[in-house]
């Protein structure tokens, strides 16, 4: 797993502009003190700091974090008395924090929506839900006019029947209803994201789920009523709607994924097309590619009239015994017409996902995303580029800190194991640039992200270590050992048997 950090003298004047007067920050962090959390959302302070949410062991996750990352506080709070989540984030002038979601309750099984205040400590200062006849979802959330908050998601408003349709509401600033809207379109509508009109109106972005090939965008006035809609299908494909924005050209654009290609749909203040774009790029641009797919997540437009997107691709390389699966996630801008300008893709070693990002006060973009596998716990993932996508190392000559090849765990043995194992690793020879030795980490978590063991916590030069762990006091189940240095980390999975 590569964890990079970089400064260049750069900075941007204002959000998205690319003018450089000052020194940007870029960065790579993974969370592994935080097992078992998602990111999906993130907003910048007027400070400069990164605050950024989703999900995690405790519930609803929230974490600040500084201009190079590292961690000023994080919180759980627990919502609803079930399995909440927080997908969408607005910060206030005064620095309060709103997390909106969704989660199901355990105790009912019911799922609904909730909005969440907090100070600027992260501190709670209310939590509000938002429960229908069956399940509820939010997918959209930003500042309506008024000083309201405007949300948009699905509701399923009928007990009986169960099916969903398109749900746009409007809050105070306490969380408290204001108006609500229900449009029922086809079978199952998904309301998926809403901005506002130079009309002072709104545009939905709704997926038709049950078409599986379509998708519909809403204009209405402020305070919900249907002005016009409309309709695109795509016969003998596979639509995905995720996101829209308006342009400064007071039309749209809509991102998504259309079969397995990311999408892009440019629209008039009307509705009626301009222009569509598909794209599906390797991973890796010098090795043949046996099969790919992509999806485009969240897309902003630059003070420049460019657009940037940010999505998740994957890419096959090989056949048979080499075959290989690469998953990444990637930044691609282009012109306003849509032709191409530059493209990242940053690889994770386990499976990225990625919903949101934002442009940043000095003309870069923070990402929050996560790695997960069926297997191993989820890991906080946050990629703070420059204004083209790049990250490098804080050195001038821009030395990455990857992951050099002498860099192992193994496999501890045996494996099963009752009540002791071994359990072996690799520090590579350091850099001119580092000191002889490297701080190491060597710890083990039960399946819910518990430090049960710490086996290793001290400097350590170059060379091979084997340790021993013994498991006298745990009872029999999965556990999980990482390895952590300030350029590595590693994680495995070992079974106690008794």
């Known amino acids: 797993m590569k964890k990079v950090i970089m400064k260049m003298l750069l900075f941007s004047n204002l959000l998205f502009t690319q003018q450089m007067v000052l020194a940007q920050t870029a960065w790579s962090h993974v969370y592994t003190e935080f097992p078992y959390t998602r990111l999906f959302c993130v907003s910048e302070t007027t400070e400069g700091d990164f605050v950024t949410a989703g999900d995690g062991m405790k519930g609803v996750f929230c974490m600040k974090v500084n201009s190079e990352g590292n961690v000023n506080w994080e919180k759980g709070y627990q919502v609803g008395g079930g399995n909440f989540g927080a997908s969408e984030m607005l910060i206030d002038s005064i620095g309060n924090i709103f997390l909106a979601g969704d989660g199901q309750d355990l105790n009912n099984h019911n799922v609904f929506g909730f909005l969440m205040g907090l100070d600027s400590n992260g501190d709670s200062l209310f939590t509000k839900y938002y429960p229908q006849n069956g399940w509820s979802f939010i997918d959209g959330f930003i500042e309506g006019y008024d000083s309201s908050f405007v949300i948009v998601g699905s509701a399923d408003t009928d007990s009986v029947e169960h099916n969903t349709d398109i749900w746009l509401f409007a809050v105070n600033r306490r969380g408290e209803l204001l108006w609500q809207k229900f449009y029922d379109e086809e079978e199952y509508e998904y309301g998926r994201d809403v901005v506002k009109t130079l009309d002072g109106g709104y545009i939905i972005l709704a ?42 050209d007071e039309g749209y654009l809509v991102v998504g994924k259309i079969d397995r290609e990311s999408f892009l749909l440019n629209l008039s203040f009307e509705g009626n097309i301009n222009w569509e774009k598909r794209f599906n790029w390797p991973v890796k641009e010098d090795v043949e590619q046996t099969n790919s797919s992509g999806s485009a997540m969240a897309v902003i437009q630059n003070i420049n009239r460019s ?55 000095d003309g870069g973009f923070i990402i929050p995303a996560y790695m997960f596998t069926w297997d191993d716990p989820s890991l906080a993932w946050l990629i703070k580029t420059d204004n083209e996508g790049g990250i490098v190392s804080i050195h001038s000559d821009e030395i990455e800190l990857g992951e050099p090849e002498n860099y192992s765990l193994h496999q501890n043995y045996p494996n099963p194991f009752n009540p002791s194992t071994k359990i072996k690793y690799s520090i590579p020879v350091a850099d001119a640039y580092y000191a002889s030795t490297t701080m190491v980490t060597l710890r083990v978590y039960d399946v819910l992200g518990k430090d049960v063991a710490t086996l290793v916590n001290k400097e350590q030069s170059a060379g091979s270590y084997e340790v021993e762990f013994d498991a006298n006091n745990l009872t029999s189940g999965v556990y999980f050992y990482r390895i952590r240095t300030s350029n590595f980390v590693e994680t495995k999975k070992m079974i106690l048997l008794r």
């Open 307 to 361: 657009y940037t997107i940010v999505g998740q691709h994957s890419g096959g390389y090989g056949w048979g015994p080499d075959y290989e699966s690469i998953e990444a996630v990637y930044l691609y801008t282009i012109s306003d017409n849509g032709d191409s300008l530059w493209r990242r893709s940053y690889e994770a070693n386990l499976w990225p996902a990625v919903y949101d990002f934002r442009g940043t006060s």
């Open 207 to 248: 997926e038709l789920a049950d078409l599986h090939n379509a998708m519909k965008v809403i204009k209405t006035d402020r305070i919900g009523n249907v002005e016009w809609n409309k309709t695109f299908r795509y016969d003998e494909s596979t639509l995905q709607p995720n996101g829209i924005i308006a342009t400064l």
